[in-house]
């Protein structure tokens, strides 16, 4: 059996940068687009305070194939409660040609980066081109990494955060104004009014973000609901929206959409496309500066198999890279 590599989340961390994670991410969509990605439903496993995901998915690149799965955690409860992350978990990437396994990755900074970089693809099709303020809400890793993927590829100048704790929203804000040059404030929900674009990652369970809190021409990117009980956006806040989602069928298990269609807000005919389509030309992305688009982004596999492969790619060959043979233990 040949060697498999592995890759830390430290290492994951010093082999990617912004353009390389929305590169990766646009390079997953744009192969569903044309046919050389699949992804099969995920599945989901209960745990005490938490859960289990496992996803997985195929990926014709460069000539070969590659096939991603990843077990993810989620145990929201885990930073406050045991001194643990909410998400821990590995990926492990498959030849899917011959079933030689590459490499075996640990998922936490994949599932945050990889999340980010999906969000800032969507806003470069849905989100106003001019658009210069943003509120977080949840001030976690995530928010960490969805302010810096979107202050990338948007002309951004000022950032609001909200979290249910409000400690969290301050520590974020002093943490995030230095890093990114720009002016981050601690606020409250109501600061969504008055921003181009409102991203939503947070654990909740009931939805906190209506139609009345946002203004016309905004970009919302629902990221937390990646469960079904999981609920950040109110339904009203899709009827009559710009909805795109990262896999329709899944968002409509566990996203924010689910609960929307539940609520009668709108139908899974009315939903605009997948980003893959947006990606591919298929469909177009925002078409007039006052509507009000949704991003519904529950996580897919096709996401952890492409950013894999290239984190596979640009470690083989590398003096520092860390290889073990199963076979022999």
């Known amino acids: 059996m040949a060697?498999?590599?592995?890759?830390?989340?430290?290492?994951?961390?010093?082999?990617?940068d912004q353009a390389a994670w929305l590169e990766a991410v646009e390079t997953g969509f744009a192969a569903a687009a044309n046919g050389l990605a699949r992804s099969p439903p995920p599945m989901h496993v209960e745990g005490e305070s938490g859960g289990f995901h496992a996803?997985?998915?195929?990926?014709?690149?460069d000539g070969g194939l590659y096939v991603a799965v990843k077990l993810n955690a989620n145990f929201p409860g885990n930073p406050a409660e045991r001194g643990l992350p909410t998400i821990q978990g590995a990926i492990l990437l498959c030849d899917g040609c011959d079933g030689r396994l590459l490499a075996i990755l640990d998922s936490i900074e994949v599932t945050i980066r990889r999340t980010a970089a999906a969000t800032a693809l969507a806003a470069r099709y849905l989100a106003r081109p001019d658009s210069a303020s943003i509120l977080i809400c949840g001030c976690g890793e995530q928010?960490?990494?969805q302010l810096e993927a979107l202050a990338a590829v948007l002309p951004l100048r000022r950032a609001f955060a909200?979290?249910?704790?409000?400690?969290?929203?301050?520590?974020?804000?002093?943490?995030?104004?230095?890093?990114?040059?720009?002016?981050?404030?601690?606020?409250?929900?109501?600061?969504?009014?008055?921003?181009?674009?409102?991203?939503?990652?947070?654990?909740?369970?009931?939805?906190?973000?209506?139609?009345?809190?946002?203004?016309?021409?905004?970009?919302?990117?629902?990221?937390?609901?990646?469960?079904?009980?999981?609920?950040e956006l109110h339904p009203d806040l899709f009827a009559g929206t710009r909805v795109v989602t990262d896999v329709t069928g899944q968002c409509l298990a566990m996203g924010d959409l689910r609960h929307a269609?539940?609520?009668?807000?709108?139908?899974?005919?009315?939903?605009?496309?997948?980003?893959?389509?947006?990606?591919?030309?298929?469909?177009?992305?925002?078409?007039?500066?006052?509507?009000?688009?949704?991003?519904?982004?529950?996580?897919?596999?096709?996401?952890?198999?492409?950013?894999?492969?290239?984190?596979?790619?640009r470690s083989v060959g590398l003096p520092s890279a860390r290889t073990i043979d199963l076979g022999s233990l």
């Not at 060697?3 to 990617?16: H, P, S």
């Not at 002093?174 to 606020?187: D, K, S, W």
């Not at 952890?304 to 596979?312: E, N, P, Q, S």
Request: aromatic content about 6%; overall charge negative; glycine content about 10%.
């Open 3 to 16: 060697d498999t590599l592995i890759l830390k989340r430290g290492d994951v961390a010093a082999l990617m």
């Open 55 to 61: 996803k997985g998915a195929a990926l014709r690149l």
């Open 143 to 145: 928010g960490r990494a």
């Open 162 to 231: 909200w979290d249910a704790d409000g400690g969290k929203a301050k520590a974020f804000a002093a943490e995030m104004a230095p890093r990114l040059g720009f002016e981050v404030g601690p606020a409250g929900l109501e600061a969504a009014v008055q921003c181009d674009v409102v991203v939503t990652c947070t654990p909740a369970t009931a939805p906190f973000l209506s139609r009345a809190m946002v203004s016309a021409g905004t970009f919302v990117a629902a990221v937390g609901a990646d469960s079904p009980h999981k609920n």
């Open 261 to 313: 269609v539940a609520a009668g807000a709108l139908r899974a005919a009315d939903v605009h496309a997948e980003i893959s389509e947006l990606v591919g030309g298929a469909k177009a992305g925002r078409t007039t500066p006052d509507e009000i688009a949704i991003f519904d982004s529950t996580g897919t596999a096709l996401q952890d198999v492409a950013a894999a492969t290239f984190l596979y790619q």
